[in-house]
């Protein structure tokens, strides 16, 4: 999953996913959530949780935990770009992913944490 980060992900307690990401957590039946772990490039282990709706017609992902204290850490802006990938090994352990970047120029991205701040 790839997302820009706006100027509310930046700020907030959580970060809005696009739709199409859903199948990527298994959330399991009669439940709204699924908690993850994710490694930065630093190799730093972040706890999420990825929740969606209970009523209404569209689910609206989303994405807690420890988001708002990685949005922070990593100084996210809008603008910077999100990617969550995920590795399943043996069809059945999942380990999940998350580099922040920023674009430096003409659509060349580089990890956040090699800007000065």
Same mark, same amino acid.
């Given at each position: 999953?790839?997302?820009?980060?706006? #100027?509310?992900?930046?700020?907030?307690?959580?970060?809005?996913?696009?739709?199409?990401?859903?199948?990527?957590?298994?959330?399991?039946?009669?439940? /709204?959530?699924?908690?993850?772990?994710?490694?930065?490039?630093?190799?730093?282990?972040? $706890?999420?949780?990825?929740?969606?709706?209970?009523?209404?017609?569209?689910? #609206?992902?989303?994405?807690?935990?420890?988001?708002?204290?990685?949005?922070?850490? #990593?100084?996210?802006?809008? $603008?910077?770009?999100?990617?969550?990938?995920?590795?399943?090994?043996? /069809?059945?352990?999942?380990?999940?992913?998350?580099?922040?970047?920023?674009?430096?120029?003409?659509?060349?991205?580089?990890?956040?944490?090699?800007?000065?701040?």
């Amino acid at each position: 999953m790839e997302k820009s980060v706006s #100027k509310s992900d930046a700020t907030n307690n959580r970060m809005e996913l696009p739709m199409k990401s859903l199948g990527n957590f298994p959330i399991p039946a009669g439940q /709204n959530y699924f908690n993850f772990v994710a490694l930065d490039t630093l190799g730093r282990r972040w $706890g999420f949780k990825v929740s969606i709706r209970n009523v209404g017609r569209y689910k #609206k992902p989303w994405m807690s935990g420890q988001w708002r204290r990685f949005a922070r850490e #990593k100084g996210l802006k809008k $603008g910077d770009r999100v990617k969550l990938t995920m590795h399943v090994e043996g /069809n059945v352990v999942r380990s999940y992913h998350i580099t922040a970047e920023r674009n430096l120029t003409m659509r060349i991205w580089i990890p956040v944490e090699e800007f000065a701040r």
